[in-house]
């Protein structure tokens, strides 16, 4: 009898989002995904993520509702497609500065520093130079 009901029953498939660019959160409806921008008052949700002047480039658009709605309905979407830093960083869209929630910086990132540890430098460069010796040794 259960199986007899399988027909009934309606399941909405919504893909996951895209990889989406610092400032905006990757998100998803029935139209496909997209990376929608956030905004943020001097603090974040996410204690990995600060509150950070940002730019992105946003694309507002009008897109139909989907199934039972009336012929005429439509919703505002707004996505991001894109960072930028001033009014001419967009092919798509116009650049909106804003303070966004994203990522905090790294102490090796902020300092300029390659973001490797001491341990991952040594085994890079010290390991050619143990087989170097090693080499010799047996010469």
Request: charged fraction near 20%.
């Amino acid at each position: 009898m259960w199986m007899l009901l399988g027909w009934f029953a309606h399941a909405d498939v919504v893909e996951p989002g895209p990889i989406c660019p610092p400032g905006s959160r990757s998100d998803s409806d029935h139209q496909g995904g997209f990376c929608a921008p956030t905004t943020c008052d001097g603090t974040c949700p996410d204690t990995t993520e600060s509150c950070q002047r940002l730019g992105l480039c946003v694309v507002d658009s009008e897109r139909a509702c989907n199934g039972d709605a009336a012929p005429d309905c439509t919703f505002h979407h707004r996505e991001a497609v894109g960072a930028c830093e001033g009014p001419d960083d967009c092919a798509e869209g116009r650049c909106v500065v804003a303070d966004r929630c994203a990522p905090s910086p790294s102490p090796a990132a902020a300092s300029g520093g390659w973001g490797c540890a001491p341990g991952a430098a040594l085994l890079v460069g010290g390991l050619p130079l143990t087989l170097l010796h090693r080499r010799r040794r047996r010469e």
